[in-house]
């Protein structure tokens, strides 16, 4: 009962992150000298009621959103396993030939795993299309890492790159 109203309070105060209803991600965009920059990201999640070893505890459905694209699952901080599905959907300009790339990080930056995202309807469009994306990798030594999705670039042109970065545990 006490969690309830204290995340019944936390959403009416407008309370930021986890219990409050708002995520906060991270959006990488390169400069024309190449250097990277973060920007925040927002979304608005479900928030619902769940249960974890310490007690209980509010937890969150989500979208996570950036300019462009919207991942939908794994959501972040999501325990993942392989193989993984992702899913959400991206803006046309994110894929060439109905493609991008999605890389799996780990804590220290290093490359463990990638998969092709694919348009599932016509890409060719200003508009958000759905994409899916199966990855296969191996479990880390260190408990989390990330996921990171990056805009297809074909020019090779630095202001078109960008990349958003989603964290996950394994």
Same mark, same amino acid.
Request: overall charge neutral; cysteine-free; glycine content about 12%.
């Given at each position: 009962? #006490? %969690?309830?109203?204290? %995340?019944?309070? =936390?959403?009416?105060?407008?309370?930021?992150?986890? &219990?409050?209803? !708002?995520? +906060?991600?991270?959006?990488? #965009?390169?400069?024309? *000298?190449? %250097?990277? @920059?973060?920007? !925040?990201?927002?979304?608005?999640?479900?928030?619902?009621?769940? *249960?974890? @070893?310490?007690?209980?505890?509010?937890?969150?459905?989500? *979208? $996570?959103?950036?300019?462009?694209?919207?991942? *939908?699952?794994?959501?972040?901080?999501?325990?993942?396993?392989?193989?993984?599905?992702?899913?959400? /959907? $991206?803006?046309?300009?994110?894929?060439?030939?109905?493609?991008?790339? %999605? @890389?799996?990080?780990? $804590?220290?930056?290093? /490359?463990?795993?990638?998969?092709? =995202?694919?348009? #599932?309807?016509?890409?060719?469009? /200003?508009?958000?299309?759905?994409? !899916?994306? !199966?990855?296969?990798?191996?479990?880390?030594?260190?408990?989390?890492? +990330?996921?990171?999705?990056?805009?297809?670039?074909?020019?090779?042109?630095? @202001?078109?790159?960008?990349?958003?970065?989603?964290? &996950?545990?394994?």
């Amino acid at each position: 009962m #006490q %969690v309830v109203i204290i %995340v019944m309070i =936390a959403l009416i105060v407008g309370g930021a992150g986890f &219990v409050g209803g !708002t995520y +906060y991600g991270e959006k990488v #965009q390169k400069d024309k *000298t190449g %250097v990277k @920059s973060a920007a !925040t990201a927002t979304a608005s999640p479900t928030v619902t009621i769940g *249960t974890r @070893s310490g007690g209980a505890t509010a937890t969150a459905t989500q *979208t $996570a959103t950036t300019q462009g694209i919207k991942v *939908t699952s794994p959501i972040k901080d999501a325990t993942v396993s392989s193989p993984l599905t992702i899913t959400g /959907e $991206a803006t046309g300009p994110w894929y060439f030939e109905g493609e991008f790339t %999605v @890389s799996m990080i780990d $804590a220290n930056g290093a /490359e463990v795993a990638l998969a092709i =995202a694919k348009a #599932q309807g016509d890409w060719m469009t /200003e508009n958000y299309v759905p994409f !899916t994306a !199966t990855m296969d990798f191996k479990k880390q030594l260190n408990p989390f890492g +990330y996921l990171v999705f990056k805009k297809n670039n074909p020019s090779g042109q630095p @202001s078109g790159d960008q990349e958003y970065k989603l964290r &996950v545990y394994y």
